[in-house]
């Protein structure tokens, strides 16, 4: 399998704002001699400490201009100080940054096979240690028509497919945010874990992905096997 991320600054932004990236994965996979798209997922990144210094507008705004999703974890997650200090654990070093995972879509043929799991951990490889927390809203729709209006494979039991859904993440190591029904991971943690190395090597420019995010222009391109 062959993944690739496409970064950009999102419309909303000035084009030469890097505080919010936007990126699109796209796992690749031979069938019959054939490279098929098997798998696609969205990501934000978000550099709350780049927001709070400008001078344009503030994180609320930012966020609010993005994306419904980004605006509720702005509200979840966030106060006046930064991360909640739930999460942070009153830590004032603790990053604020975070990634979030908007869509995680895998076709119908090829699930259950760890595409999505492998998907997340090499997004994680590349932009992760840059950014305190990833946040992830668990659904049940994985359709696999790439119509946002089909619901097709939305399960008949609404209830236990999003069950599924939850224990699938709990189990790359996301946990329930408390009264909400987004769930989160220290990144920190799940490096720790997952014994990933931090200086991990991108094919583009052989830049640190923390220099990537801070250079980003519109439609950069990361590809790794």
């Not at 909303?12 to 001699?33: C, F, M, N, R």
């Not at 399960?155 to 029904?181: L, T």
Request: with cysteine; hydrophobic share 35%; glycine share 6%.
């Amino acid at each position: 399998m062959r993944v690739k991320f496409d970064l950009s600054i999102p419309l909303e932004l000035d084009p030469y704002e890097t505080s919010v990236v936007e990126i699109k994965g796209t796992a690749l996979d031979y069938h019959e001699d054939n490279e098929i798209e098997i798998a696609e997922m969205s990501l934000y990144t978000v550099d709350y400490a780049a927001i709070n210094s400008s001078q344009k507008r503030d994180f609320l705004q930012i966020m609010d201009a993005m994306s419904n999703s980004l605006m509720e974890i702005s509200n979840i997650f966030y106060d006046d100080w930064g991360l909640k200090n739930s999460i942070t654990g009153h830590d004032p070093t603790f990053n604020s940054s975070l990634l979030h995972v908007e869509k995680i879509h895998v076709l119908k043929e090829f699930r259950g096979c760890g595409v999505g799991r492998a998907m997340f951990d090499r997004a994680m490889r590349i932009f992760g240690k840059s950014h305190g927390i990833v946040t992830i809203k668990p659904y049940p729709l994985q359709t696999s028509s790439k119509k946002s209006d089909d619901f097709s494979d939305l399960p008949a039991d609404f209830a236990q497919g999003q069950k599924k859904v939850e224990s699938i993440y709990k189990r790359w190591g996301f946990k329930k945010f408390k009264g909400y029904q987004y769930f989160y991971l220290d990144t920190y943690d799940w490096f720790e874990r997952n014994s990933i190395p931090l200086d991990l090597k991108i094919s583009n420019d052989n830049e640190r992905s923390d220099a990537l995010l801070k250079r980003v222009g519109p439609a950069q391109l990361v590809e790794i096997d």
